[in-house]
């Protein structure tokens, strides 16, 4: 009976690594340690195992296609990453595959999956859920992939990353905020628990510590469904009513989308912004630019996203030693925002909402004014 010939899996078994991790190691790919190559290599000695020519000759074969997997196609800020992606794939003569995991990490790995069977050279995956105790369902993606703004803290430490500071960029918001006199400052995000979610809400906590603002946790609209994420929009329009009844001047919201929400439900409020309340946003998609009044928010550069990432891949795909990329966001001001004027009714020496006795109606913890400025701090 014929010997059967000693294969990568029986190796990978023998090495307790995946068969993606083994096929590169023999490659001397840069992905794989050179103290793990030189023991996957000693196994495959002692295991006499001999490459398969024509197997090698397809693997090394190209398609010059990438698969690109976004959150939503309809999403306007991945319509400009996806637009960075191409001007540096289409200079290299790659086309690009594009498909939508609307944040389900299901469909995520379906959809990577799809284009490892697909046989595409490369992967970049947008707002991925992946994470280290996911190594069975990535253990067979053999092509290099590249991660942008990743979900999740604990990242494969086989895939690389293009993100944005989100820290920085809530940080950004509020103290703009806070440089126009707001002291009530609200933040409104979405209901899943994404990491940029969490950082952004701890860059907008930082800013109101630096300047020993109030932190109330009345002034933190989160959507009530939990670890779900319903439309943008919806969810700007539903939670801004309570937030402003708290007595916030000023609301950072997770993204533009959020902030377009909030902004028509002002509008059936007749909530005047920035007269009563200023809105920032996060992201910069162009629709900012064209509603009214014009939102002021921190840029994500999306472009330079889609093209860092897929150079990334190119240097990748090139075997060339890469370094994970973290980007910088920056304020833009527009007509959204303005210096705080104590304009707002139930702050008003005259107020018409004055307790009997003359005492502010605002419980101190809620009221948006500093002590020194308030009308009624010496009832």
Not at 15 to 38: C, F, M, Q, W, Y
Not at 303 to 310: D, F, P, T, V, W
Not at 361 to 366: A, F
Request: net charge negative; glycine share 6%.
């Amino acid at each position: 009976m014929k010997k059967r010939k000693v294969s990568i899996e029986d190796i990978a078994r023998r090495a307790g690594v995946s068969h993606s991790t083994v096929s590169r190691a023999l490659r001397d790919n840069s992905l794989i340690s050179p103290k793990v190559r030189e023991e996957i290599k000693k196994i495959a000695r002692e295991m006499n195992y001999v490459p398969n020519a024509i197997a090698q000759s397809l693997q090394n074969q190209r398609t010059n296609t990438v698969g690109v997997v976004v959150t939503s196609i309809a999403d306007p800020f991945y319509a400009e990453v996806v637009e960075g992606i191409e001007l540096v794939a289409r200079t290299a003569g790659l086309s690009v595959f594009l498909t939508a995991s609307h944040r389900d990490f299901k469909q995520e790995i379906a959809a990577i999956d799809n284009f490892h069977r697909r046989r595409v050279d490369g992967i970049l995956v947008a707002d991925s859920r992946i994470n280290k105790n996911n190594t069975n369902e990535v253990g067979e993606i053999a092509v290099p992939t590249v991660l942008i703004n990743s979900q999740t803290e604990d990242q494969p430490e086989t895939f690389h990353t293009v993100t944005v500071d989100d820290f920085l960029g809530g940080q950004l918001a509020v103290e703009h905020l806070i440089d126009l006199g707001h002291t009530a400052i609200g933040y409104l995000g979405v209901g899943d628990r994404s990491q940029s979610n969490h950082l952004r809400l701890e860059g907008y906590r930082r800013a109101l510590r630096q300047a020993s603002l109030p932190q109330n946790s009345d002034w933190v609209a989160i959507s009530d469904e939990e670890n779900t994420r319903i439309n943008d929009v919806d969810t700007g329009k539903k939670m801004l009513p309570k937030l402003f009844s708290t007595g916030v001047t000023g609301i950072f919201c997770y993204n533009d989308m959020v902030a377009v929400g909030a902004l028509l439900a002002c509008r059936e409020l007749n909530i005047s912004v920035p007269e009563d309340l200023s809105l920032v946003g996060f992201d910069d998609i162009a629709l900012c630019r064209y509603i009214t009044p014009s939102l002021t928010t921190v840029c994500q550069p999306m472009l330079e996203i889609g093209r860092s990432a897929m150079q990334m891949l190119l240097d990748l795909l090139e075997e060339k030693s890469v370094e994970n990329v973290v980007l910088s966001p920056f304020l833009v001001k527009r007509s959204s925002t303005a210096a705080f004027e104590q304009t707002r009714e139930f702050v008003t020496p005259n107020s018409a909402l004055l307790m009997p006795d003359g005492q502010c109606p605002i419980p101190q913890d809620q009221c948006p004014m500093p002590d020194s400025q308030c009308p009624f701090s010496g009832t």
